[in-house]
């Protein structure tokens, strides 16, 4: 069965940096999503993305953030200089029809 | 705004009892209504939706849930839980757009 993957699993950063989680979605969905996860708390929409740019975007997804598709598989979210407010699981997901499927998470740790 | 409360964020049950887990939401139109559950370190899967048509909706691994538009309430029931059922459990809302606004999220405990 098809499924979203994500890498890292884990990523441990300094505040400052800049981090791209990447994300592979299912491969016949046209709609990708970021959420993220915050521990200990709801699990909150950051930004959609269709037909190469991004459909909507929240409040959090301030400009400190990015999204790209690159090439015809991957999905990536780029924080340009993370604080330590970043730290949370981050979640990719893709869309078809109205089921969301969601990959495994990618903890971000900003020290 | 379209919001998800979750009542409970700890649910313990014996193996074998009913499980019950309770979502409302608000929205100003009808919604599209979803069911999540977390194992740990593992992403989000779904377990059912409703979108149109009959209000009771069956998911996988025994879960349920029934639309109430009178009561706003979409709960999810299963009638006998089991030990693999421990997890978190998110209710979540689609409205507008494509986003989903999820609830705080119910953590399952089932003891034996």
């Known amino acids: 069965e098809p499924e979203v993957t994500q890498t890292p699993s884990h990523q441990v950063t300094q505040m400052g940096q800049e981090v791209i989680l990447r994300c592979v979605p299912i491969s016949n969905h046209l709609y990708f999503y970021w959420y993220r996860q915050i521990l200990g708390q709801k699990v909150e929409f950051l930004v959609s993305?269709?037909?190469?740019?991004?459909?909507?975007k929240s409040e959090i997804f301030d400009d400190q953030f990015s999204v790209e598709r690159p090439d015809g598989s991957n999905f990536t979210l780029k924080i340009r200089s993370t604080k330590l407010e970043d730290s949370a699981m981050y979640f990719c997901?893709?869309?078809?029809?109205?089921?969301?499927?969601f990959g495994p998470g990618t903890r971000l740790t900003v020290l | 705004a379209q919001s998800v409360t979750q009542l409970g964020s700890h649910v313990s049950v014996s193996e074998g009892a009913l499980v019950l887990l309770r979502c409302n939401y608000s929205s100003s139109v009808p919604p599209y209504l979803f069911w999540y559950v977390q194992y740990p370190n593992q992403g989000l899967q779904l377990l059912l939706k409703?979108?149109?048509?009959?209000?009771l909706v069956k998911g996988i691994n025994g879960f349920e849930a029934e639309f109430k538009k009178s009561e706003t309430s979409f709960h999810l029931t299963k009638p006998s839980a089991h030990m693999s059922d421990a997890a978190e459990y998110f209710c979540?809302?689609?409205?507008?757009?494509?986003?989903?606004?999820f609830g705080a999220g119910t953590i399952l405990r089932v003891k034996s």
């Open positions: 979540a809302v689609r409205q507008y757009g494509n986003k989903l606004v």
């Open positions: 993305f269709y037909n190469n740019e991004i459909s909507e």
């Open positions: 997901a893709s869309q078809t029809h109205n089921e969301q499927f």
């Open positions: 409703y979108t149109t048509g009959a209000t």
